[in-house]
């Protein structure tokens, strides 16, 4: 006799494996970048960016912080970080799109898109999230780096490695 699964379980499982700590909507998004509300061209970019950057981010973010629900100051610098990340990057793909990087200079005066705004928004926002984030790969800067090469017997440290 096999295991029966009921699909409104899984589906209630998979719901709860990809739910995001931070709730980032597009209106939240769109404020930041100062997009009208009303403005619906951008919503489908907007909800695909949402939906592929933020799992990212949260990862890494340790747990400890990402979770600490109570603290609700946390949670808002935590969601104003990832907010200004992924602004950021919004404003960059909208730099790249054909025509939005012209620029008109007379005289010293410029006028045109600004197109290092949203790179200022990414470093603002992951300097905001910077205290919070966990070692993705889990070494300390001292910590060596072993290398188990069958043909070569060699160990590398964090400083001989500096020089690459």
Not at 137 to 162: E, Q
Request: charged residues 20%.
């Amino acid at each position: 006799m096999g295991v029966q699964i009921i699909p409104k379980t899984v589906s209630s499982l998979l719901r709860n494996l990809h739910a995001m700590a931070i709730t980032i909507t597009k209106a939240d998004i769109k404020r930041k970048c100062m997009i009208s509300a009303s403005d619906t061209a951008y919503d489908n970019d907007i909800d695909a960016l949402i939906s592929d950057m933020q799992p990212g981010i949260e990862y890494t973010i340790a747990s400890a912080y990402l979770n600490d629900a109570g603290n609700t100051r946390l949670q808002a610098v935590l969601k104003l970080g990832i907010m200004e990340i992924l602004s950021g990057e919004f404003l960059q793909q909208l730099s790249r799109e054909a025509g939005a990087s012209g620029t008109v200079a007379i005289g010293g005066i410029t006028v045109g898109s600004n197109a290092d705004q949203g790179m200022k928004l990414i470093q603002q926002g992951t300097a905001r999230i910077q205290p919070f984030r966990k070692p993705i790969d889990g070494l300390s800067d001292k910590m060596p780096i072993a290398s188990t090469t069958s043909s070569v017997d060699r160990t590398f440290t964090t400083d001989s490695m500096r020089c690459w």
